[in-house]
């Protein structure tokens, strides 16, 4: 990631609608004086987690069965068929069992708190109660709740020992309520255990049966009271459904509960009657990307999208995956701020309460880069030009600063052209003398007292550098069948592959993956076009068969250890590029239905090192 910052006279823009701006509702701008922390937040901790991480499935969904036969998940991942009333009941009991062994004898709320901080993130939104029902507080509503937990019995909590340990760090505390809850007899009806039930809709037509609809919603609504008067969130998060007139939960009704417990409290329903910000549909980055068909725009519209940092998509601990690489995490969150938005982005905790080695190892790769740049994203407003090809622009009124932001990993979407002119050259063509209020003084880098050459002409503004490292990103492209891809796959968002660090020549790639038959992928690299050294994969992950790759790494000469780590991007749709991670114990390779879509990696001269994330500019007047 590039982030450049011009310092400049005022920027101050509108977050919100002014005091003269006429609202006559509850909620939104200007009636919710929250979102004024919230706007500034940009980046949001979801944390999905209970019972379930124990089985290491998707939490609640194995709970569906919509009809029979169905096919449902169990334990690490197991598939199982349900023919009958009684075996769904057994399957529904099993889930419902895990509460009974829940016991995370290794969570340190404080230790999640303070590298949540580190990591950049401003608050937290925690899964109270998903729409397997389980109430993850001490709850007087139902006793399917921690309290009934060996952990709940040993005197300890998840929610109740989160919020004050995320407070006292300076995070905003948000609570997670799914109003579809499967568990609960008045959604799925008669019987909650044998109902056949669809996602996020009751099995039955609540204006049908408005009393036993009501039941469910004064359950719903008891639910808003107890945490409000418990812990008075700073946020309320309510997932799918509350669309009137089908499923109208009527959260309204509790809407003053909430504000009079935290006047600061943001408030977003899913598809109800209210909402002080608009919330996209799950892992939907690349929708931000053009927005009215132009990358100079930015939504009107205050947003947040929410996503996860597993590779698998998993929102609950998967134990099979590794993690998003932290230059996409950087890049999404980038994008998402300079459009006028947020990024809520989940960090599964494992079943010992723990989050992964793998998501630790993300969260401090955040650390440091926000120790430099934090001040590009934090408290920032949106501005145009909004994005320049692979680069995006913020602006703080506080600093006075205008921050030009360049990714050195493209976000979840396909980038207009690129800023870069080569590895040592970024170009921004919106910067002109003629458009500066003051003529530019310096240009430095911050941390550093190096001195940063650069050029201003009435073309734009132009400054070199040294990549960290002389680590070079290496981009290739497969299709599926006999078609070859090579040297660019441009309609798959991606980039011309032959890009290369200096002294390296990517000499070819060869392979064929696709939904029949896959074959090991060979790489060839070397340093004086003759020298050919092959690198390969044979890692199997547990369950997969056919193999594309995951990474390899050679040392060319035991006394030059030349480093070559390689990932694989898979995808079953080409739109969503998720990183294969480097721990290999967890990666996800090559399996049926899947396509190679691309290959990120970074070949580095002399001794291996990871790339830098950021290099950060400030431009003074």
């Given at each position: 990631?590039?982030?450049?910052?011009?310092v400049?006279?005022s920027?101050?823009?509108p977050?919100?609608?002014?005091k003269?701006?006429?609202?006559?509702?509850?909620?939104?701008?200007?009636?919710?004086?929250?979102?004024?922390?919230?706007?500034?937040?940009?980046?949001?901790?979801?944390?999905?987690?209970?019972?379930?991480s124990q089985?290491?499935?998707?939490?609640?969904?194995?709970?569906?069965?919509?009809?029979?036969?169905?096919?449902?998940?169990?334990?690490?991942?197991s598939?199982v068929?349900?023919?009958?009333t009684?075996?769904?009941?057994?399957?529904?009991?099993?889930?419902?069992?895990?509460?009974?062994?829940?016991?995370?004898?290794?969570f340190?709320?404080?230790?999640?708190?303070?590298?949540?901080k580190?990591a950049?993130?401003?608050?937290?939104?925690?899964?109270?109660?998903?729409?397997?029902?389980?109430l993850?507080?001490p709850s007087?509503?139902?006793?399917?709740?921690?309290?009934?937990?060996?952990?709940?019995?040993?005197?300890?909590?998840?929610?109740?020992?989160?919020?004050p340990?995320?407070?006292?760090?300076g995070?905003?505390?948000?609570?997670?309520i799914?109003p579809?809850?499967?568990?609960?007899?008045?959604?799925?009806q008669?019987?909650?255990?044998?109902?056949?039930?669809?996602?996020?809709?009751?099995?039955?037509?609540?204006s049908?049966?408005?009393?036993?609809?009501?039941?469910?919603?004064?359950f719903?609504?008891?639910?808003?009271?107890?945490?409000?008067?418990?812990?008075?969130?700073?946020?309320?998060?309510?997932?799918?459904?509350?669309?009137?007139?089908?499923?109208?939960?009527?959260l309204?009704?509790?809407?003053?509960?909430?504000?009079?417990?935290?006047?600061?409290?943001?408030?977003?329903t899913?598809?109800g009657?209210?909402?002080d910000?608009?919330?996209?549909?799950?892992?939907?980055?690349?929708?931000?990307?053009?927005?009215?068909?132009?990358?100079?725009?930015?939504?009107?519209?205050?947003?947040?999208i929410?996503?996860?940092?597993q590779a698998?998509?998993?929102?609950?601990?998967?134990?099979?995956?590794?993690?998003?690489?932290?230059?996409?995490?950087?890049?999404?969150?980038?994008m998402?701020?300079?459009?006028?938005?947020?990024?809520?982005m989940?960090?599964?905790?494992?079943?010992d309460?723990q989050?992964?080695?793998s998501?630790?190892?993300?969260?401090?790769?955040?650390?440091?880069?926000?120790?430099?740049?934090?001040?590009?994203?934090?408290?920032?407003?949106?501005?145009?030009?909004?994005?320049?090809?692979?680069?995006?622009?913020t602006?703080n009124?506080?600093?006075?600063?205008?921050?030009?932001?360049?990714p050195?990993?493209?976000?979840?979407?396909?980038?207009?052209?690129?800023?870069?002119?080569?590895?040592n050259?970024?170009?921004?063509?919106?910067?002109?003398p003629s458009?500066?209020?003051?003529?530019l003084?310096?240009?430095?880098?911050?941390?550093?007292s190096?001195?940063?050459?650069?050029?201003?002409?009435?073309?734009?503004?132009?400054?070199?550098?040294?990549a960290?490292?002389?680590?070079a990103?290496l981009?290739?492209?497969?299709?599926?069948?006999?078609?070859d891809?090579?040297?660019c796959?441009?309609?798959?968002?991606?980039?011309?592959?032959?890009?290369t660090?200096?002294?390296?020549v990517l000499?070819g790639d060869?392979?064929?993956?696709?939904e029949?038959?896959?074959?090991?992928?060979?790489?060839?690299?070397?340093t004086?076009?003759?020298?050919?050294?092959?690198l390969?994969?044979?890692?199997?992950p547990?369950?997969?068969?056919?193999?594309?790759?995951?990474?390899?790494g050679v040392?060319m000469e035991?006394?030059?250890?030349?480093?070559v780590?390689?990932?694989?991007?898979?995808?079953?749709?080409?739109?969503?590029?998720?990183?294969i991670?480097?721990?290999?114990?967890?990666?996800?390779?090559?399996?049926?239905?899947?396509e190679?879509?691309?290959?990120?990696?970074?070949?580095?001269?002399?001794?291996?090192?990871?790339?830098?994330?950021?290099?950060?500019?400030?431009?003074?007047?």
């Open positions: 990631v590039v982030a450049v910052v011009l400049v006279g920027l101050e823009q977050t919100m609608a002014s003269d701006t006429f609202n006559p509702f509850l909620y939104g701008p200007g009636a919710a004086q929250g979102l004024e922390w919230f706007q500034d937040a940009k980046l949001g901790m979801f944390m999905h987690w209970g019972p379930v089985w290491g499935t998707e939490i609640s969904f194995p709970l569906v069965c919509e009809k029979l036969p169905c096919t449902v998940e169990a334990m690490n991942k598939k068929v349900i023919n009958t009684d075996q769904l009941k057994a399957h529904r009991l099993a889930y419902a069992n895990l509460a009974s062994t829940f016991n995370p004898t290794k340190n709320a404080t230790d999640m708190a303070v590298k949540a580190a950049g993130f401003k608050y937290l939104m925690y899964t109270t109660v998903h729409c397997d029902g389980f993850n507080w007087n509503l139902s006793d399917y709740n921690i309290a009934n937990t060996p952990w709940g019995k040993s005197g300890r909590g998840t929610f109740s020992e989160l919020v340990a995320f407070r006292k760090q995070l905003k505390v948000g609570a997670y799914c579809s809850l499967w568990n609960n007899d008045n959604y799925w008669p019987d909650a255990l044998t109902a056949l039930g669809p996602v996020c809709r009751p099995n039955y037509d609540p049908a049966m408005p009393e036993q609809w009501n039941k469910f919603t004064t719903l609504h008891g639910i808003v009271t107890e945490l409000s008067t418990l812990y008075q969130p700073d946020a309320f998060w309510f997932d799918c459904s509350n669309s009137p007139p089908s499923t109208d939960t009527h309204e009704a509790v809407l003053k509960t909430m504000r009079d417990a935290n006047p600061n409290v943001v408030i977003n899913r598809g009657s209210f909402s910000y608009y919330e996209t549909s799950d892992q939907q980055e690349a929708l931000i990307n053009d927005i009215m068909s132009s990358p100079h725009q930015s939504a009107g519209e205050y947003f947040e929410p996503s996860v940092l698998s998509h998993q929102w609950a601990y998967d134990p099979f995956s590794a993690q998003k690489p932290v230059g996409l995490v950087i890049a999404n969150l980038i998402l701020t300079a459009k006028r938005g947020n990024y809520l989940n960090v599964a905790p494992q079943p309460g989050w992964p080695d998501a630790v190892q993300v969260l401090e790769q955040m650390a440091d880069w926000m120790k430099d740049n934090s001040e590009a994203i934090f408290g920032t407003h949106a501005i145009w030009p909004y994005q320049m090809g692979n680069a995006f622009v602006s009124p506080a600093t006075k600063a205008l921050y030009i932001l360049n050195s990993t493209s976000p979840t979407a396909k980038m207009q052209n690129s800023v870069q002119l080569d590895e050259v970024l170009f921004f063509e919106y910067f002109r458009l500066f209020a003051s003529p003084q310096s240009v430095t880098k911050l941390g550093s190096d001195k940063v050459d650069y050029t201003l002409n009435d073309t734009g503004l132009y400054i070199s550098y040294t960290p490292s002389q680590t990103l981009r290739s492209y497969f299709s599926s069948g006999n078609e891809m090579a040297p796959a441009d309609r798959f968002g991606g980039i011309c592959s032959g890009y660090a200096a002294g390296y000499q060869e392979g064929l993956c696709n029949n038959s896959a074959t090991k992928i060979t790489l060839y690299f070397n004086n076009a003759t020298d050919n050294v092959m390969n994969s044979t890692f199997v547990p369950g997969y068969s056919n193999v594309g790759g995951d990474e390899c040392d035991a006394t030059t250890p030349d480093h780590p390689l990932e694989l991007w898979y995808s079953k749709e080409r739109r969503d590029y998720w990183n991670a480097s721990d290999k114990s967890r990666s996800y390779a090559k399996a049926n239905g899947y190679l879509i691309g290959r990120l990696g970074y070949v580095t001269q002399g001794t291996p090192s990871t790339p830098s994330p950021a290099d950060v500019f400030k431009l003074s007047f």
